[in-house]
């Protein structure tokens, strides 16, 4: 079953990789809720292609929502990689280190401490919570908004 399954996959998305998934999320959800099927409902088969169907765009979504996600690294990958002076010469890193500076002073005063917290002093998200006193879903969503306003401003 699961070589045709994969073979009806790759015809829809033309990822391989994808289609891999979504035979494995299918065989795993046949597995797991084999108790539900009702064959008065419909053929097995037309039932297993519609979980395929479902885990599709499950995953699609999934991924969707993973490539929307902002990380710190996509404004400033430099500044994560060991120092290596042909790579990074000192007055780059003061530049770098200057449009941070000015990106991170045009954000809300609660959003400026928070990534001022988390990228320049090392502090994990944890440690910011209990030091400014927030739940951490907070202080997530601080960072997740100052990293997209920093990014617009790059791009824009």
């Not at 097995?44 to 990380?71: E, P, V």
């Not at 991170?104 to 006193?133: F, H, M, N, R, W």
């Amino acid at each position: 079953m699961a070589p045709r399954l994969l073979n009806f996959v790759r015809k829809q998305s033309n990822d391989e990789q994808l289609a891999k998934d979504v035979v494995q999320e299918t065989m795993l959800k046949v597995w797991t809720k084999a108790h539900l099927y009702d064959k008065s409902k419909g053929a097995g088969l037309t039932w297993i292609y519609s979980i395929a169907r479902n885990a599709k765009f499950d995953i699609l979504r999934r991924l969707k929502h993973q490539n929307d996600w902002i990380q710190g690294d996509d404004l400033w990958p430099v500044l994560e990689e060991p120092r290596d002076d042909e790579k990074l010469p000192r007055e780059f890193e003061a530049l770098v280190s200057e449009e941070l500076r000015r990106l991170i002073e045009t954000l809300p005063t609660a959003q400026a401490q928070v990534v001022d917290l988390v990228y320049l002093k090392g502090s994990s998200q944890q440690e910011v919570a209990d030091v400014l006193g927030v739940p951490l879903g907070t202080v997530k969503s601080r960072l997740r908004l100052a990293l997209t306003k920093m990014k617009e401003a790059l791009n824009g």
